[in-house]
């Protein structure tokens, strides 16, 4: 398992009956996670008195208990500052655990020797963003919601890379493969962060197990001749990393040289030294 353990600000605190406590910075959330099927005690003073709790609904969806939690806040990843608020359907903005990720790529932005252009699709709030652009990648951000976007710039902008090389996009990120394959536009390195299900600006329909194969062997045809890494995540129930790896050797074995790994992704669990599984990922790199 690749895991996120770089972080100072963050930390996974204890898990329990379908819910995680973490710290984000000075606050406290407590908030659901599927893969939490264990029941253990709760010992840390953090599930009674904490800052924000996201209470899943029996209908579907939920809503936010709120204790002394400001609108926003923000925490440091090494170089990096996001910018934190809680919203729909649990979620801060921010998946922590892509920090694995961030430093692998991030390695291999720095030690290239040359200028690399990075496209990140489905690319949310920017984490991926940011840091490769920390890493010296101009970047390409694209991604179907515009408060999304609106929000990776504003990160950027506390990371003191608002004047960084980074074009940021609202659009349908197959739509816009498409138009980029047709102006013959490369890119060395591809980043994506396909949901399970989602609807595009025109209302495109994005189903993961129908769309992510034919997805990425499009995206492939933009990577330049001399690629530098092609990652995908995955968050869906049933795509396991040997799927990721399956596709990804699929795709590129036949076009280019290099190697496939896959992994699950996780976070260390300060309470127990144990780690949760947060997803899965794939990473192409070249030989």
């Known amino acids: 398992m690749w895991i996120a353990d770089g972080w100072k600000d963050y930390e996974v605190l204890d898990t329990s009956s379908g819910e995680k406590l973490e710290r984000w910075g000075d606050y406290l959330l407590v908030r659901p996670d599927p893969q939490v099927i264990w029941n253990t005690e709760k010992k840390h003073y953090g599930w009674k008195k904490f800052n924000g709790h996201y209470h ?7 809503e936010w208990e709120f204790h002394k939690l400001p609108e926003e806040w923000t925490i440091n990843y090494k170089e990096l500052t996001f910018n934190l608020k809680p919203f729909s359907f649990k979620h801060t903005g921010l998946f922590p655990e892509q920090a694995a990720n961030w430093d692998w790529f991030s390695s291999l932005i720095k ?10 699709l489905f690319a949310y709030t920017g984490g991926a963003t940011v840091s490769a652009a920390k890493a010296g990648a101009s970047v390409t951000h694209v991604d179907a919601a515009k408060g999304m976007v609106a929000w990776a710039k504003e990160n950027a902008a506390s990371s003191g890379l608002a004047d960084a090389p980074i074009r940021y996009l609202v659009d349908d990120c197959v739509k816009f493969v498409e138009r980029e394959i047709r102006r013959g536009n490369k890119y060395d390195a591809i980043i994506m962060d ?17 769309s992510v194969f034919p997805f990425i062997q499009l995206s492939a045809k933009l ?12 968050y869906t129930t049933g795509l396991q990393p040997a799927v990721l790896s399956y596709m ?9 040289e290099g190697t496939v790994e896959a992994n699950e992704i996780g976070l260390p669990v300060k309470g127990n030294g144990l780690v949760l599984p947060c997803g899965a990922s794939g990473r192409w790199t070249a030989k």
């Open 111 to 120: 030690e290239a020797g040359r200028p690399i252009k990075v496209l990140n």
């Open 248 to 256: 990804l050797h699929t795709v590129l074995d036949p076009i280019h």
């Open 56 to 62: 899943r609904s029996n209908k579907g969806g939920g």
């Open 223 to 234: 990577l330049s001749d001399n690629p530098l890494f092609f990652l995908i995540n995955s």
């Open 194 to 210: 396909p949901p399970s299900y989602g609807r595009g600006p025109k209302g495109e329909i994005w189903k993961i197990e129908e």
